[in-house]
C-alpha cells in the first residue's frame, strides 16, 4: 500500500495564478482532510469530506476550493493563489470511529511570490 | 474556541533520558487525542491515538496518559535515542468527523 500520496511536492506560484493539489489513498478511506502547516501556528484544517460527494469547511477555509468525486481522491483548489498561502500543505485520510487514526501524506510546499 | 498548548515548545536531553512532553486543551468534550511524530520536511506519522474512556496507551517506549478533567494529556518516552529527535504534535479530536486541532508541537533533541 502505498498509503497517502500527494501530488505535487514542490510548487512555486506567481500571485493570481491558480493550481490544484492532487491526494489519493488507497486505504479506502471514507473521510479525507487537507490542512495547512505554517511556522507557529501549526497544523489547520481547511477542508475535509466525509465520504465521495461531500465536501466540509475547516478552519481556514477562505481562497480554497475542494472536491470529491472519487473516494479515493481529494483535490484542493487555490483559483487565485496569495502570498498568504505560502505553506505546507498535508492531506490526510482516516475512517470513521473511535479507534480510528488519522493517516497522512508527505505535504505539498508551495510558495506564492 | 479549543485551543491545544503543547509545553516546552523545544527540548535538549542526553541520551538515555525519560522525558514527558505535556499537551493541554481546553474543551473536555474529546473524543479522541492523537499523538504524532513530525521529521524535519516530512509529513505526520501517527504514533498513540487515545479514545477518550481511555486513560493511556502504549508503544514500545511510549506512553500516552490522558486526563480530562484536567485537560492534560502526557507523552512519556522512555530511555530517549537521538533517533528519537523529531517535532511531536499532539491532536484534540471532538467528533467522529476526525477533525482534529493541532497542538505546535515540542521539537525534541536527544544529544548522543
Known amino acids: 500500500n502505498a498509503g497517502v500520496t500527494q501530488t505535487p511536492k514542490f510548487r512555486v506560484l506567481k500571485t493570481g495564478q491558480s493550481m490544484t493539489l492532487l491526494c489519493a489513498q488507497d486505504?479506502?478511506?471514507?473521510?479525507m482532510y487537507w490542512y495547512r502547516q505554517d511556522p507557529g501556528m501549526g497544523l489547520r484544517l481547511i477542508h475535509y469530506s466525509v465520504g465521495e460527494g461531500t465536501t466540509a469547511k475547516g478552519e481556514v477555509p477562505d481562497g480554497y476550493n475542494v472536491s470529491r468525486l472519487k473516494k479515493q481522491n481529494f483535490l484542493l483548489g487555490l483559483e487565485s493563489a496569495a502570498p498568504s498561502q505560502t505553506s505546507v500543505y498535508f492531506c490526510?485520510?482516516?475512517?470513521?470511529?473511535?479507534?480510528?487514526?488519522?493517516?497522512f501524506g508527505p505535504g505539498t510546499r508551495l510558495t506564492v511570490l | 474556541k479549543q485551543e491545544v498548548t503543547q509545553i516546552p515548545a523545544a527540548l535538549s536531553v542526553p541520551e538515555g533520558e525519560n522525558l514527558v512532553l505535556n499537551c493541554s486543551f481546553t474543551?473536555?468534550?474529546?473524543?479522541?487525542l492523537q499523538w504524532f511524530r513530525q521529521d524535519p520536511g516530512k509529513g505526520l506519522t501517527s504514533l498513540l491515538l487515545i479514545q477518550s474512556s481511555q486513560r493511556e496507551q502504549t508503544s514500545g517506549r511510549l506512553n500516552a496518559s490522558l486526563d480530562k478533567s484536567s485537560g492534560r494529556s502526557t507523552l512519556y518516552i522512555a530511555a530517549s535515542q537521538p533517533g528519537d529527535s523529531a517535532t511531536y504534535l499532539c491532536?484534540?479530536?471532538?467528533?467522529?468527523?476526525?477533525?482534529?486541532?493541532f497542538g505546535q508541537g515540542t521539537t525534541l533533541q536527544v544529544k548522543p
Open positions: 491532536a484534540f479530536g471532538s467528533s467522529n468527523t476526525g477533525k482534529l486541532i
Open positions: 474543551d473536555s468534550a474529546i473524543y479522541n
Open positions: 486505504m479506502n478511506h471514507e473521510y
Open positions: 490526510a485520510s482516516r475512517d470513521p470511529g473511535l479507534y480510528n487514526e488519522q493517516f
